[in-house]
């Protein structure tokens, strides 16, 4: 369209020039400068613009038209767009949910010791030690949390498999075997009360129980048994569940034959049938830890008439570990731990064998001092000491994870020397480190209720509470009417 304006533009200022110019001509007219300017540019200028006033008029009220309808679809689009954005990034309207385990027995071991003693140390800053059997790129000595009594275990051990296994995977499954021994006691009580639980409820079970060797000794009678057994109403238990925690770069490693023999030793151990022992193996990353093991004990919580025994163990101590790792630092320090619960819903009752503490979780739990307050922790005189009692699983040194420590706890009554620290403890050897950590809060004086915090997951919240006896007892009573009822 602009071609044709100015070509018409043209043909009128040809036109219009010529007409001019005769006329000033025939008349003789001298035209000044002014006269040049209004009648040769203006005037052809103003006559094309009349000329083209229509199309230009209809032009101008289409642009406006236009941009009008465009400035409205763009509020309604960026409208649209909030609703989408208020939908999309509102925080869900959850409930906070909670649930609690009662623990059994725990055991937890390192390099600083066992059980309360790696707390103890935690609260004494220590450092690793020089190693001097693991060497880097350079061949100088490593800094390592080495468990020296495992060493010697491992030398004593008669282990037919041990030369197919790399050093690593023979101190994890020597930690494993380690683990199992502080639990004896409650896995012994669990075996007879599945035994017990079988004769009742379960008559497949109970004839393959009197099949099983264990049960076919010389002083075994089984009129007796089964009269004394039938004679008392008891708890209902199903199953007993192993859940083996790994670190995530070792599933390529493992292989049945490991677990078919842990299977079968805790079998023939405690006398009780494979059909009633389920293992789980979880290999488990450093970024995704602390939520697959919260997920886990939510699990575990769900599960009826069930005992779980839980161990989670890692170990870096091999230098061809180290070998693959010294691209992430020349001075990686390495660390090998383990921990172990024995623990069931709270509902779950085992006889002869009473709960030491009772976790309690908090999901979706925004406020620190809610949390606090629902437990009534501000109760207890703990808080105005300054013995440390609430772990924090994250790097201190991480600024966002500080923060949101801050953030959380600024609040409340807790202050910065309640707090005990443990991520350096484990070194670089962190896939596990802080299910390691969570598992030796259970590990506090009886005195304390301990409170676990990981910026991981800030809506969760955890306490070692006091296990309730007589709210257990109520549980019991209730479970025995409706296994009379059934």
């Not at 208020?86 to 925080?91: D, R």
């Not at 769900?302 to 790792?325: M, W």
Request: proline fraction near 3%; hydrophobic fraction near 40%.
């Amino acid at each position: 369209m602009i071609k044709i304006i100015i070509s018409a533009f043209l043909t009128i200022f040809a036109l219009l020039c010529s007409c001019i110019i005769y006329f000033w001509r025939d008349t003789s007219y001298q035209p000044t400068g002014w006269d040049l300017l209004n009648y040769l540019l203006l005037l052809p200028v103003l006559v094309t613009a009349i000329v083209f006033s229509p199309y230009l008029i209809l032009t101008i009220i289409k642009y406006f038209r236009k941009k009008k309808d465009l400035k409205q679809q763009q509020s309604a689009e960026i409208a649209q767009q909030n609703i989408l954005s208020e939908n999309l990034f509102k925080a869900p309207d959850v409930s906070i949910r909670q649930f609690s385990l009662n623990i059994f027995s725990a055991a937890a071991v390192h390099s600083f010791g066992e059980n309360s003693e790696i707390l103890e140390e935690y609260k004494k800053f220590r450092s690793p030690e020089l190693d001097s059997d693991l060497c880097n790129a350079y061949g100088l000595p490593l800094l390592s949390f080495r468990i020296r009594a495992l060493d010697q275990l491992l030398a004593d051990s008669d282990d037919e498999n041990s030369s197919l296994r790399s050093i690593r995977e023979q101190r994890i499954l020597q930690l494993i075997q380690h683990q199992l021994e502080p639990h004896a006691e409650a896995l012994f009580a669990a075996a007879q009360h599945l035994k017990d639980s079988a004769m009742f409820y379960d008559s497949e079970m109970a004839y393959q129980y009197r099949m099983h060797p264990a049960w076919r000794g010389e002083s075994y009678e089984e009129p007796d048994t089964l009269q004394e057994v039938n004679s008392r109403v008891i708890a209902r238990l199903n199953q007993l569940f192993v859940y083996l925690l790994l670190p995530e770069d070792l599933i390529h490693q493992h292989n049945d034959q490991a677990r078919a023999e842990l299977l079968s030793s805790l079998a023939a151990q405690y006398s009780i049938l494979e059909a009633q022992i389920e293992m789980e193996y979880h290999f488990i990353s450093q970024h995704s830890a602390y939520t697959e093991w919260l997920k886990l004990l939510e699990q575990v919580a769900q599960q009826k008439y069930c005992f779980n025994l839980i161990i989670a163990v890692d170990s870096e101590i091999d230098q061809e570990c180290l070998d693959e790792k010294f691209w992430q630092s020349e001075q990686y320090i390495a660390a090998e731990y383990a921990a172990s619960w024995c623990v069931a819903p709270i509902d779950t009752l085992i006889e002869d064998l009473n709960p030491k503490r009772t976790l309690k979780i908090s999901v979706n739990e925004s406020c620190a001092g809610h949390f606090i307050e629902q437990n009534k922790l501000n109760e207890y005189e703990q808080f105005q000491q300054d013995e440390p009692c609430v772990l924090f699983l994250d790097d201190m040194q991480n600024i966002k994870s500080s923060k949101k420590l801050h953030q959380k706890f600024s609040e409340t009554f807790i202050e910065t020397q309640h707090f005990l620290y443990t991520y350096h403890n484990t070194g670089h050897t962190q896939q596990l480190a802080k299910v390691f950590h969570f598992m030796v809060g259970m590990h506090l004086s009886e005195e304390l209720k301990g409170l676990i915090f990981s910026a991981d997951r800030e809506d969760v919240y955890a306490v070692f509470d006091d296990y309730q006896a007589a709210a257990d007892l109520d549980v019991q009573q209730n479970g025995e009417r409706a296994y009379l009822e059934q």
